[in-house]
């Protein structure tokens, strides 16, 4: 029995080992899995604040040259009257804009090989769900419906006010949607999970319907129809991009003049003014305030409702006396950077306030503080675009609130494509895409890095601690990005742990055609590419995508003067010879992007 008793005991501390084994390999393993999952989304956490970063920098950008664009518009541009939309040499004007839908009817016909939605006003609710199959499958709606929803868009936008009073006692909840980007996938998925707007269902969506993503056009298109249906239970808010200069850069007037090749220039013209004419703020129950891009201690709501809104055609160029006054307050009040993309929350008082990205300074910012305004419990910021960045980047949200404001987060991404691959080759790919953007920016301020990197490099080794090498870049860059954690993705480092600062561009060059630029050129050209995308669009005033080559050589000559940039007449001249690539006299929008090229070798060795 003894000998018996003795195996039984092994047999058991065998197992009982084996167990122990068992769970310190599942600890390992929870512990690896955990580590990885944290490394993860540190990176894809990062990879977001550089693309946030750059978005804001680009924009302060463009805020900066808005004289020069104001200057460029007031030279190259139509007529801002939207009677003037069927101006031609044999048409007569349109002036009386109540006669716009039988206009619409008499000088544009719609063929019997349309197979599109055929609309009639009043809209009805089968004309919007109409709408919502047709553009599920790829379907255009036909101009002269787009021109007459414009039309009515107008009609009743011009009835509304400034700022929008809706009460929660007239439904449930209240649904505020934040930014779309013309991401039609991401509307369509928030009415699958919501509902679609009704009389017990509304809707309140702040700004930035456009721009960035291919569906533009038919988002609004279904918010219009929406608003003409419920205009008491769906509510637009005006966001940056419903501004005709943004269109030019973030690619909206694109895809309308690309989708309506005939009636671009009314289509476009039109928007101008429903966009000028859309409200700039929601309150809700006196308590909650939407509206877009942010608020300060400046925010006025006075002056917001005062504001004669359809004067501001763009942010880009405001009318004189908002100018006037906004350049008074700039005196003495700074401007700060607003949250970016994301629904959070942050406790500062008694009154809630949800926007969503976009205006750096909305009309009425940066003026006498508003009382009302001094105390907020909750701030919060929605984005209702997913896989904003890059495929996975994001997840999109909206809000519900309920008769006692209690916000309730709703958050979605769409996964066409996201499902197909893990979550290693998403973050990997929103990374690189990320650095790619971020060397690009790196590249575009050489010339003043090599400078801040010399002030610490005092015996000019060309090597400086990783500290000066952080400080530099951001004294610099003005990202605020976490620069030592990306220094690895960026420079290199030698063994005593000192960064090789030159190595910041060894991987980069200046594409052709232009390498052989100077090289202060070749930075600006870098630097300014975005804004001088706008330039090239306002001088290709038929948007044919050709631009004369002394049309731009002039064009170039005021773009250094005003930004005070001292450039050779021979080496402009010698630019724009070489972004004639094809030597046709005409540079093409193709050759234009290319001139401004960043190539990233290293990148390239990678995937050869």
Known sequence: MGSIIGAMGCSSSVADRRSENVIRAAILIQKWYRFTMARLEMRRRYSLSIFQSIEYADEQDQLQLSNFFTFMLDHCTHPDSVSQIFTSPSAPQVV????????????????????????????????????????????????????????????????????????????????????????????????????????????????????????????????????????????????????????????????????????????????RDVFSWLPLATIIDSKVLILHGGISDTTDLDFLNALERNKLKSLMRPPKSVRNRQDQMKKRIPTTKPSKHIANQHVAGKTQHISSSGFTEPPGSNLPPDPALKEWKQVITIFSASNYYEEGSNRGAYIKLNPELTPRFVQYQVSKFTRRRNLRERVGTIESSALKSLREKIYAHRSELISAFAQYDINGTGRISVNDWAAAMESVLQLELPWRMLRSQ????????????????????????????????????????????????????????????????????????HLGIDIEDDSIDKLVLSIDYNKDGHIDFNEFLEAFHVVHRLEKKATS
């Open 96 to 271: 009386d804009e109540d006669l716009c839908l039988k206009e619409f009817e008499k000088k544009i016909d719609v063929p019997d090989s349309y197979y599109g939605p055929r609309l009639s006003f009043p809209l009805t609710v089968e004309d919007a769900n109409a709408l919502l199959h047709a553009f599920r499958n790829e379907q255009l709606l036909h101009a002269r419906y787009v021109l007459q929803l414009l039309s009515e868009t107008r009609r009743v936008l011009k009835e509304m006010p400034n700022i929008t009073h809706l009460s929660t006692s007239y439904s449930k909840e209240i649904t505020v949607c934040g930014d779309l980007h013309g991401n039609l996938d991401d509307l369509l998925l928030i009415f699958y999970k919501n509902g679609l707007p009704s009389e017990q269902n509304r809707y309140v969506f702040n700004g930035d319907f456009v721009d960035r993503g291919k569906n533009s056009m038919e988002i609004l298109i279904i918010l219009f129809a929406f608003l003409l249906i419920y205009p008491n239970d769906l509510h637009l808010n005006r966001g940056n991009h419903e501004d005709y200069i943004m269109n030019l850069r973030y690619g909206f007037t694109k895809e309308v003049s690309k989708k309506y090749k005939d009636h671009w220039k009314q289509i476009l013209c039109l928007l």
């Open 490 to 561: 960026l420079a290199q480092i030698n063994p005593d742990g000192e960064v090789d600062f030159m190595s910041c561009f060894y991987d980069l060059k200046m594409g052709q055609p232009i390498k052989e630029a100077q090289p202060a050129l070749a930075e600006t050209l870098c630097r300014y590419r975005k804004d001088l995308e706008i330039i090239f669009n306002i001088i290709d005033k038929d948007h044919s995508g050709l631009i004369s080559l002394e049309e731009f050589s002039q064009t170039w000559r005021l773009f250094t003067s």
